[in-house]
């Protein structure tokens, strides 16, 4: 999809008019409020957005670098996309009323989790983790503005997100929020390489002129197997995680990023979806053949070609998919005496497929023969 102005794709001024009008007014709160409305100690500075629904922009918040993401315009509903069907209208904040008690919030919030996250024992912690982030004044009880600002921001996918994954390295950190605006860790490099063919010649380029100038402008070889470790573990941690089970549905190096240490961060959480997501997108969903069965970019499942309808396992599980990555990013400069090997792990790697409850334990097995075979290589050396 092409947009006609840079004014329609980024609106960062609009957002920010509409948050604090809704701030003035009393009906938003959050940690970063009084900074963006009042103090001007939060600015918006360059436009990230790739879509007009979903604002990003780079920004300042008292000096120190940050993400702002704006959802004004968005609320997530299950499509054929992480990123599908954004709904166009504002956000009213109409959730929770007035005179809701917090034992009833929490209830509401409990319920919202266990539809959108499966029901997983661990739950009871992430509300707690919920209010603490709701809770500006820190006086251990919500207001009304609190509570709708928290509300408004879980119907957005990846925020959703961002506090699921919140205890995990390899996921930008939460800094702050006003309403359903909210701010995150700048992450250094925003894709594996560190320079790419600009996006409207890349579908010109054939894939091999486009992995040269990958490989022109892409880490040190021992840098590189850091970064693989990170996104290795990143994946460990998604695969029947504290919340549940995620997959990434746009595996795609423009989605994987890494800061100053090279340590790996996924840039993108839109990108990212829940098995409940899902499974709710294929229940009942009717197909002639296996790409019918698509979520996102790459979440595909099996087609019952007899009922015509799709099963509800994905069949190609995160660790695969990484590896095909990996297989590119990590065979170029590769020292000599590794190639080898790495080469069979990775081909091992990228064959794993079904249930990924079937083959936990080779799952596992896969994934801790390839860090340890890269961790060995690295570990003695400056890069480590």
């Known amino acids: 999809m092409h947009y006609s102005s840079y004014s329609e794709l980024c609106r960062g001024h609009i957002c920010q008019v509409i948050v604090c009008d809704q701030y003035n007014k009393g009906i938003i709160s959050g940690s970063a409020c009084k900074d963006l409305c009042e103090d001007h100690t939060l600015v918006f500075q360059q436009c990230l957005s790739s879509s007009p629904t979903h604002q990003v922009y780079s920004g300042l918040w008292k000096e120190k670098e940050v993400i702002i993401k704006c959802g004004v315009s968005e609320a997530l509903k299950v499509d054929s996309s992480p990123e599908a069907a954004p709904r166009r209208d504002v956000v009213l904040f109409d959730k ?22 499966g029901d997983q024992p661990s739950l009871g912690a992430l509300v707690n983790k919920i209010i603490t982030v709701a809770d500006v004044s820190q006086d251990s009880k919500l207001s009304l503005a609190e509570a709708k600002s928290i509300w408004a921001l879980l119907q957005r996918n990846d925020f959703l997100l ?5 205890e995990k390295e390899h996921t930008p950190k939460l800094l702050g929020h006003c309403g359903d605006l909210y701010l995150t860790e700048k992450i250094t490099h925003t ?10 010649l890349q579908p010109l380029l054939p894939s091999a002129i486009q992995r040269t100038i990958h490989q022109w402008f892409s880490p040190a070889w021992p840098r590189r197997a850091k970064i693989a470790i990170g996104l290795l573990e990143f994946v460990e941690e998604i695969f029947h995680g504290t919340y549940g089970n995620f997959y990434i549905c746009e595996t795609g190096f423009r989605n994987m990023g890494y800061n100053k240490k090279y340590d790996f961060k996924i840039v993108d959480l839109r990108k990212v979806a829940t098995e409940m997501t899902i499974q709710q997108f294929l229940k009942g969903r009717h197909c002639e053949q296996n790409t019918d069965c698509t979520f996102g970019k ?24 990484v590896c095909g990555l990996l297989q590119e990013f990590l065979l170029h400069g590769v020292p000599p005496d590794l190639r080898e090997e790495l080469e069979k792990q990775l081909k091992t790697c990228m064959t794993l497929s079904g249930l990924a409850s079937q083959m936990e334990v080779h799952h596992s097995l896969v994934l801790n023969s390839l860090k340890t075979l890269l961790w060995k290589k690295i570990s003695d050396t400056k890069y480590s």
Do not use: W
């Open 96 to 117: 929770p009323t007035r005179g809701t008690s917090m034992d009833e919030f929490r209830d509401m919030l409990l319920n919202f989790l266990k539809s959108n996250l």
């Open 162 to 166: 961002t506090l699921s994954l919140h």
């Open 191 to 200: 894709s594996f390489y560190t320079i790419d063919a600009p996006p409207f």
């Open 298 to 321: 790459d979440c595909m499942a099996p087609c019952d070609k007899l009922m015509k309808l799709c099963k509800s396992d994905v069949v190609q599980p995160n660790l695969a998919k």
